[in-house]
Nanobody
């Protein structure tokens, strides 16, 4: 089974940008939709962005315009560019298929200070 490794998180101030990466151990070319999810402390894990094999994207309302998801099938990697970060974006970010079909990776922590 394809394994996922997320990276790129960190501690930043409000208004900063981060670029997250999700490297898959196998090919994601055949996977139709990949997504980024996040889980804030004490809350459920939610989908924040998705991208189809053809490049069509969709975002949760609160992230629309600030986040950009992309994928490089040749590198088996999915990215999430996050701009104008807010303290409420603080969470552990994960990638997976949409709907979820792979084991979760360890995620990458994003902490935004005010």
């Amino acid at each position: 089974q394809v394994q996922l490794v997320e990276s790129g998180g960190g501690l930043v101030q409000a208004g900063a940008s981060l670029r997250l990466s999700c490297a898959a151990s196998g090919s994601i070319f055949s996977i139709n939709t990949m997504g980024w999810y996040r889980q804030a402390p004490g809350k459920q894990r939610n989908l924040v962005a998705r991208i189809t094999k053809g490049g069509s994207t969709n975002y949760a309302d609160s992230e629309n315009g600030r986040f950009t998801i992309s994928r490089d099938n040749a590198k088996n990697t999915v990215y999430l560019q996050m701009n104008s970060l807010k303290p409420e974006d603080t969470a552990v970010y994960y990638c997976n298929t949409v709907p979820v079909s792979l084991s979760w990776g360890q995620g990458t922590q994003v902490t935004v200070s005010s």
